[in-house]
């Protein structure tokens, strides 16, 4: 009974979802009700004031570190949404002299992820589901749309990262590095996927080693540049080494032109500002000195990508802020939000109470090796549960590094439900709905049909995500 009464707020937040189709912030909150609920009648479970006080403002910290990146993120979005920027490449991306195959692994292994990593939170698919649907027909289109949505842990300059280092309260380059070399199987996946789906039946795997060979440089750069430190822009970098080494070798010598300065501008400026603030500690400036910390979570805002985006607001918008975009901004954001919030109240509240232990103690395994494998579904769970990277890092991180610190291997785990969670996004549910809203509505039946192709994906990236699992295990075992 105690082992139930612990994983009774993930069951109650997985049924809202999963089975009733309620919206994650929904979920988020009924779980941390149940979460306080067994808190206070459940005398197995109480807390000291003290330590609920101490989880309560971690978890409002860590709440707010996204906040400052999800706002003004948002706002960007629409800055760029008003200024034609998104059809504008569009038109670009048509004109690029590649075959269907080959076009579609470019845009879900490159072009998709560089947005994705800039903005985040779907935004990259205002532009790969129209383009997607150019390239092939609409059913294959809608297919690889969703798997474009793959980049999550490094999204939104790699919030669901960040925000896992501070929950794990391991270091952002460690978590990232690790991260990176589980993710590594998944990219070449889905390169290969997109590729075959666009293929005519005979020349199928042709195109899949094409996909999968892309998707394979994709991921050897992404393990490069986090091995450099570069984790907020290391997403921005891949997609784009990527996009040019793709172009290069699969245009053939056939020109291709640049796309517009008009497209390009506003994320160099993104670009130069993260990097402005990343360069900022190395000359003397003592950003340090901003830090705020609570527990054992801590938030600087000079050293947050939040500042990154707001600058470049600032600067489209010739400093002023236009009340229309700040409406459609705040009316994305909350949700957004509101479910971070809960999911994180929830799991620090589990934490305190000492319902993650009671969970930990009640698994049947005992090695770090034989967890892998459970790991990487309860990660997978979480990012299907909430429908963002973020949130399911929210909700599971502290459990499964706590259950890595018991088993003496942490930054595995957490690497673990870092990728997972990230990687199983594109099957969500908020996902799903987004591409068919975005593709002029669902059409009948379709949505059902994007479910199966989504949850029967899910497997073989169990597989990839269990075989990069297993190669970090190997790593720092």
Do not use: C
């Amino acid at each position: 009974m105690i082992t139930l009464a612990a994983v009774s707020p993930l069951l109650f937040a997985l049924a809202a979802t999963a089975v009733f189709r309620r919206p994650a912030h929904l979920a988020a909150v009924l779980g941390v009700a149940v979460t306080a609920a067994v808190v206070v009648l459940v005398p197995h479970f109480g807390a000291a004031a003290g330590e609920l006080g101490r989880a309560m403002a971690a978890a409002g910290l860590i709440t707010l570190s996204a906040a400052v990146v999800i706002g003004p993120g948002l706002y960007l979005n629409q800055q760029l949404t008003e200024r034609k920027v998104h059809t504008r490449l569009v038109q670009w991306t048509e004109t690029l002299p590649l075959d269907a195959p080959r076009k579609s692994a470019l845009i879900v292994v490159g072009l998709a992820p560089a947005l994705e990593s800039m903005t985040g939170f779907g935004v990259s698919l205002l532009v790969t589901v129209p383009l997607l649907m150019a390239v092939t027909d609409r059913p294959k289109a809608l297919r690889q749309s969703l798997l474009s949505m793959n980049i999550m842990p490094w999204g939104t300059l790699g919030l669901a990262t960040l925000v896992g280092a501070a929950l794990a309260g391991r270091s952002t380059t460690d978590l990232a590095l690790g991260t990176a070399v589980v993710s590594a199987a998944v990219f070449p996946l889905f390169g290969a996927l997109s590729a075959a789906l666009a293929a005519a039946p005979g020349r199928r795997w042709t195109a899949a080693v094409s996909g999968g060979l892309l998707g394979a440089v994709f991921s050897a750069f992404l393990v490069a540049f986090n091995w450099l430190g570069i984790v907020e822009l290391a997403g921005v970098l891949a997609g784009l080494t990527a996009v040019v080494l793709g172009l290069l070798i699969f245009a053939g010598g056939r020109p291709v032109t640049l796309p517009p300065w008009e497209v390009v501008r506003p994320y160099a400026i993104v670009f130069a500002l993260v990097a402005l603030i990343r360069f900022a500690p190395l000359v003397g400036v003592p950003v340090e000195r901003a830090a705020v910390a609570a527990g054992d979570v801590s938030f600087n805002p000079l050293s947050s990508p939040g500042l990154a985006l707001m600058a470049a607001v600032l600067i489209l918008g010739r400093s002023r802020f236009e009340r229309p975009l700040l409406a459609a901004a705040g009316s994305r954001a909350w949700k957004p939000i509101l479910a971070l919030g809960g999911f994180t109240v929830m799991a620090q509240l589990m934490l305190a109470g000492g319902m993650v232990q009671a969970i930990s103690e009640a698994l049947p395994v005992e090695t770090a090796l034989g967890f892998v494998f459970l790991s990487v579904l309860v990660g997978m769970a979480s990012g299907y549960l909430t429908g963002s990277g973020v949130g399911g890092n929210a909700l599971m991180m502290p459990m499964q590094s706590g259950i890595g610190q018991d088993l003496g291997d942490p930054l595995l785990f957490s690497a673990i439900q870092n990728s997972a969670a990230g990687h199983t996004v594109f099957a969500s549910m908020p996902i799903v709905l987004l591409v068919l809203a975005i593709a002029g509505g669902a059409e009948r039946g379709e949505d059902t049909k994007l479910i199966r192709f989504s949850l029967l994906t899910a497997v073989p990236v169990y597989a990839a995500l269990t075989l990069g699992a297993l190669t970090l295990y190997g790593l720092v075992d």
